[in-house]
Nanobody, 123 residues
Framework: QVQLVESGGGLVQAGGSLRLSCVAS????MAWFRQAPGKGREFVSA????????HYTDNVKGRFAIFRDNAGNTVFLQMNSLIAEETAVYYC????????????????????WGQGTQVTVSS
């Protein structure tokens, strides 16, 4: 299985920003999911390999941005104006179809997962 390694989580005050990174070796559509205690794993954002398609869950649009460094096999999630409800473990995920024209938003659609990085937003 492909190893995905997330980093960049931490503690931030509400209204602040964090940038998450995920490193993987290969050509994949990459996504971020998050899981709060007692809740399921929820889609946040995704970008295909070429960068031609991105998708965001509605409640992060305008605040979060996903982008990637293809040469370095790194995908980033820039999170701005964070709110306390976004406290969760954030997971990087990879899908084997790197440039599909449909972004999958369900965990079952992704093939590889990182171990997660904790994001805590204090209010």
């Amino acid at each position: 299985q492909v190893q995905l390694v997330e980093s960049g989580g931490g503690l931030v005050q509400a209204g602040g920003s964090l940038r998450l990174s995920c490193v993987a070796s290969g050509r994949y559509t990459m996504a971020w999911f998050r899981q709060a205690p007692g809740k399921g794993r929820e889609f946040v954002s995704a970008v295909n390999w070429s960068g031609s398609r991105t998708h965001y869950t509605d409640n992060v649009k305008g605040r979060f941005a996903i982008f990637r460094d293809n040469a370095g096999n790194t995908v980033f999630l820039q999170m701005n104006s964070l709110i306390a409800e976004e406290t969760a473990v954030y997971y990087c995920a990879a899908r084997r179809f790197p440039d599909a024209n449909v972004i999958i938003t369900t965990p079952e659609g992704y093939d590889y997962w990182g171990q997660g990085t904790q994001v805590t937003v204090s209010s």
